[in-house]
């Protein structure tokens, strides 16, 4: 959100754009170094939030509050704060900040943080995960060979008519592939309850992996839980047809000195069992479970191959959030939907969401708030509890960065109170946001060398 035209002046812009009169005017004024300074502790967020205001701290002693920082000594009079987007749509600075931090998170769960690769036999074994969501009915698809979509005769018809067969060679980019073949076969209702659903199935899964990895060791569950942990870093992905799969990078910690000895080939088999066996209820249906598909995908991963999992892992994390065509927002009404400009089988799958949402015996599952994503009310990515750092942390990190940028200790964070006022969001001329993208494209450019270096 940029205020269209301010300081707009044709006579000394010399017939050149507004926005480049209002980037040369920012960068000949006096306090440029210091908005130089704040865009950059900002992380030269596109929309950044304008706060103006002030950081008092108590004198100890006395109890007497003085003034550590204001806003009147900065540029403009205020404090630019990221708007900490993880959507590279709304702001790619702040996403690409966001893309770091889940890399530092799935890496530093399998001990790789690029320096320290001496330290790899502390963790235990680890695999890399892929549970599916079944088929409700067929849709368009990518197959490399035979490059056919459905293989059949043409001439079989479903009961409504439709062909069921599509000889099509489908490229992966394709508007067709994900849609229904038919939409009136396809089974909407169970594919959004599964959405809805996936994240109770994942955790009744992790329960039955515990389980089986208990009998592997022939040790009690109680004994085992005692013994052993399994932390995972986990991350939803959308396919096409507008349901969730779940990829995750699962570790076991051996907590204890027991004697039992568990290796990632006895985690795979734990984890192809439990996913095989466990359902959760459906309330829409209890007579049909909710249930992962048949294709599974489980690696043992070796050492040497931990880092590669955890890009790979990452790559699906920024991924989903920039979402395959998925809604931003919440939905207000089904009304909009219309309007939207979103793929058939999305389309159909956010109206049933909202559809269903509407029925009272489904409250529990919110789907109206979720309709936007397809009833997966989640988020994409997730670890356990002692996965690694988290993201609370990273950020905590980056804030105590950003102070000492500003030239405030961030050890005396504890003894602050602030005073602040919202001033709008988004950059003051069309001008300072190009100074802002710039240097956010810039910066991304080094991030990108330094990760490829590593
Ligand atoms: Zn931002
Ligand atoms: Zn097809
Ligand atoms: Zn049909």
């Not at 979509?149 to 489908?170: F, L, M, N, T």
């Not at 909407?188 to 039955?208: D, M, P, Q, S, Y």
């Not at 927002?329 to 389309?347: F, G, K, Y």
């Not at 969401?353 to 708030?369: I, K, S, V």
């Amino acid at each position: 959100m940029v205020d269209a035209g301010q300081n707009h002046d044709d006579a000394t812009g010399g017939g050149l754009p507004p926005m480049v009169v209002q980037a040369l005017r920012r960068v000949s004024r006096p306090d440029y170094a210091r908005w130089e300074a704040m865009m950059h502790a900002s992380g030269c967020c596109a929309q950044p939030v304008r706060l103006a205001g002030r950081v008092l701290q108590a004198d100890p002693a006395s109890g007497e509050l003085h003034v550590v920082y204001t806003t009147a000594g900065e540029a403009d009079q205020v404090l630019l704060k990221a708007c900490e987007t993880r959507r590279a749509t709304r702001c790619p600075a702040c996403a690409a900040i966001y893309r770091g931090d889940a890399r530092v998170l799935l890496r530093s769960g399998l001990d790789v943080d690029g320096s320290d690769q001496a330290s790899d036999d502390a963790v235990g074994p680890t695999a890399f995960v892929t549970l599916t969501a079944p088929s409700f009915g067929a849709v368009h698809r990518f197959a490399q060979s035979p490059a056919t979509c459905r293989p059949g005769p043409g001439s079989k018809a479903c009961p409504h008519g439709r062909p069921i067969a599509c000889v099509e060679p489908h490229e992966p980019e394709d508007a067709a592939v994900g849609e229904a073949l038919c939409p009136d076969c396809y089974d909407w209702e169970n594919a959004v309850i599964f959405n809805a659903r996936v994240g109770a199935l994942w955790h009744h899964t992790v329960i039955g992996v515990n389980r089986q990895l208990a009998n592997a060791a022939g040790i009690r569950v109680r004994m085992f839980a005692r013994s052993w942990r399994l932390s995972f870093a986990k991350v939803v992905e959308f396919q096409a047809r507008g349901v969730v799969h779940v990829h995750a990078l699962i570790r076991l910690d051996h907590l204890d000195e027991s004697p039992t000895v568990l290796d990632a080939s006895d985690l795979v088999s734990a984890f192809a069992a439990a996913a095989a066996r466990v359902t959760v209820q459906n309330p829409l249906n209890p007579g049909w479970r909710v249930r992962w598909g048949t294709q599974t995908d489980l690696q043992p991963i070796p050492p040497e191959r931990r880092r590669v999992a955890a890009a790979y892992l990452a790559k699906y994390a920024t991924k989903s959030v920039d979402g395959a065509g998925l809604l931003d927002h919440r939905l207000t009404s089904n009304h909009h939907l219309e309007q939207l400009d979103l793929p058939e089988q999305l389309r159909r799958m956010a109206a049933v969401a909202w559809e269903l949402g509407g029925r009272p015996d489904l409250q529990d599952l919110n789907l109206r708030a979720w309709a936007h994503c397809l009833g997966y009310r989640g988020h994409w990515l997730t670890k356990s509890r002692y996965w690694s750092t988290t993201f609370t942390e990273l950020r905590a990190r980056r804030q105590a960065w950003r102070l000492d940028q500003l030239g405030i200790d961030p050890d005396d964070r504890h003894r602050w109170v602030g005073e602040w006022s919202y001033q709008g969001v988004g950059h003051l001329t069309a001008g300072d946001a190009w100074l802002a993208g710039s240097a956010a494209a810039g910066r991304e450019l080094n991030r990108r060398i330094a990760w490829e270096e590593r």
